[in-house]
C-alpha cells in the first residue's frame, strides 16, 4: 500500500523537474505586465511564505502565469467538501440523509483509497471522555437502527492566486453509534491528492487525535505540515491543512478544520 512517505519522494522528484521546468526555463510573464526580476520573484515569494507580503508582492506573483498557478493564495475562501455513509445492521451503506443505498460510485467517494496512510496507534494521542449532548434533534435515517458504523470524510481544496488546485488534504474517521452514545473508533486515516506543484510532506502528523470513547461526543482531528518548493527559489510556502470532526451519539457529525 502507497504512504504518504513514500509517495513524497515521488512527489519530490516529479514536482522538482515540473516546477523546474515551469518556474526556471519557461517562466514568462504575461504581456500586460513588466518583467519582475529574479531577485524581486525571491522576494515576493519569501514575504509570501513568512506572511508580510505586500499588494507589490502580489502583483509580482500574478504577472507570472507558473507562479499565479502555483503559490497559494491566502485570501481564497475556505473550500471544504463533507461526504458521509452510514452501513446499517446489513452491512448495506446508505445515505445518512435518507436511508437510501448507496451506489458503488457514491461509497468510493467516502471510503479512504488504498493510497491513504491509516492513523499509527503508537502516535494517537487520546483525549478525555467528553460531554457534549448531540444539537437538538437527530440523524438517524430511516431504517436505521441501533449500533451503527458511519465513516466521515472531509476534503479541504487548496487553490493558488489563479484559482488552479495545487493540492487537496483529505482525512476519514469512522465511528460506531447508538443508545445517544458514540461507542467507538475505527479507522482513522488521510491522504494528500491533486498535487500539481512540488510537495514536501513531512512524515509524521502533528496533530493526530481521538477523544476517549464510550461518550456523548468523540472529536478525531489530524493535521499535517505541508512545504510548496521550487528548485530554484527554495519553499516558498509552508501550510498546516487540520481536519476535526466532532460526532454525536445520534451520528450528527460537526466539521471543523482549514488549510492555512
Same mark, same amino acid.
Given at each position: 500500500?502507497?504512504?504518504?512517505?513514500?509517495?513524497?519522494?515521488?512527489?519530490?522528484?516529479?514536482?522538482?523537474?515540473?516546477?523546474?521546468?515551469?518556474?526556471?526555463?519557461?517562466?514568462?510573464?504575461?504581456?500586460?505586465?513588466?518583467?519582475?526580476?529574479?531577485?524581486?520573484?525571491?522576494?515576493?515569494?519569501?514575504?509570501?511564505?513568512?506572511?508580510?507580503?505586500?499588494?507589490?508582492?502580489?502583483?509580482?506573483?500574478?504577472?507570472?502565469?507558473? $507562479? /499565479?498557478?502555483?503559490? +497559494?493564495?491566502? =485570501? %481564497?475562501?475556505?473550500?471544504?467538501?463533507? &461526504? @458521509?455513509?452510514?452501513?446499517? !445492521?446489513?452491512?448495506?451503506?446508505?445515505?445518512?440523509?435518507?436511508?437510501?443505498?448507496?451506489?458503488?460510485?457514491? $461509497? /468510493?467517494?467516502?471510503? +479512504?483509497?488504498? =493510497? %491513504?496512510?491509516?492513523?499509527?496507534?503508537? &502516535? @494517537?494521542?487520546?483525549?478525555? !471522555?467528553?460531554?457534549?449532548?448531540?444539537?437538538?434533534?437527530?440523524?438517524?435515517?430511516?431504517?436505521?437502527?441501533?449500533?451503527?458504523?458511519?465513516?466521515?470524510?472531509? =476534503?479541504?481544496?487548496?487553490?493558488?492566486?489563479?484559482?488552479?488546485?495545487?493540492?487537496?488534504?483529505?482525512?476519514?474517521?469512522?465511528?460506531?453509534?447508538?443508545?445517544?452514545?458514540?461507542?467507538?473508533?475505527?479507522?482513522?486515516?488521510?491522504?494528500?491528492?491533486? =498535487?500539481?506543484?512540488?510537495?514536501?510532506?513531512?512524515?509524521?502528523?502533528?496533530?493526530?487525535?481521538?477523544?476517549?470513547?464510550?461518550?456523548?461526543?468523540?472529536?478525531?482531528?489530524?493535521?499535517?505540515?505541508?512545504?510548496?518548493?521550487?528548485?530554484?527559489?527554495?519553499?516558498?510556502?509552508?501550510?498546516?491543512?487540520?481536519?476535526?470532526?466532532?460526532?454525536?451519539?445520534?451520528?450528527?457529525?460537526?466539521?471543523?478544520?482549514?488549510?492555512?
Amino acid at each position: 500500500m502507497s504512504t504518504l512517505k513514500q509517495r513524497t519522494k515521488l512527489f519530490s522528484i516529479a514536482g522538482t523537474f515540473i516546477a523546474a521546468s515551469a518556474m526556471v526555463t519557461a517562466i514568462a510573464p504575461s504581456a500586460q505586465a513588466a518583467t519582475p526580476t529574479d531577485e524581486q520573484i525571491r522576494i515576493a515569494l519569501q514575504h509570501h511564505a513568512d506572511g508580510t507580503q505586500t499588494p507589490a508582492d502580489v502583483a509580482v506573483i500574478k504577472s507570472v502565469p507558473a $507562479l /499565479a498557478a502555483s503559490v +497559494p493564495d491566502p =485570501t %481564497a475562501p475556505e473550500e471544504i467538501t463533507t &461526504t @458521509e455513509a452510514v452501513i446499517n !445492521a446489513n452491512g448495506q451503506a446508505v445515505s445518512p440523509a435518507n436511508g437510501a443505498p448507496m451506489t458503488p460510485e457514491q $461509497l /468510493a467517494e467516502v471510503m +479512504p483509497p488504498s =493510497t %491513504a496512510t491509516p492513523s499509527d496507534p503508537s &502516535t @494517537e494521542v487520546t483525549t478525555p !471522555a467528553e460531554t457534549e449532548v448531540a444539537p437538538q434533534g437527530s440523524a438517524v435515517a430511516p431504517g436505521i437502527t441501533g449500533g451503527t458504523w458511519k465513516v466521515t470524510h472531509i =476534503t479541504h481544496t487548496h487553490r493558488a492566486y489563479s484559482h488552479t488546485v495545487i493540492f487537496k488534504y483529505h482525512t476519514y474517521a469512522s465511528f460506531n453509534y447508538g443508545g445517544g452514545k458514540v461507542r467507538g473508533w475505527r479507522d482513522r486515516s488521510d491522504d494528500i491528492t491533486n =498535487t500539481s506543484v512540488d510537495v514536501e510532506i513531512a512524515p509524521k502528523r502533528i496533530v493526530n487525535t481521538k477523544s476517549y470513547t464510550p461518550a456523548s461526543s468523540a472529536t478525531s482531528q489530524m493535521k499535517r505540515e505541508i512545504k510548496l518548493c521550487v528548485f530554484k527559489y527554495g519553499c516558498y510556502a509552508i501550510l498546516h491543512p487540520w481536519a476535526k470532526v466532532q460526532v454525536f451519539g445520534t451520528g450528527k457529525t460537526k466539521i471543523a478544520g482549514s488549510g492555512v
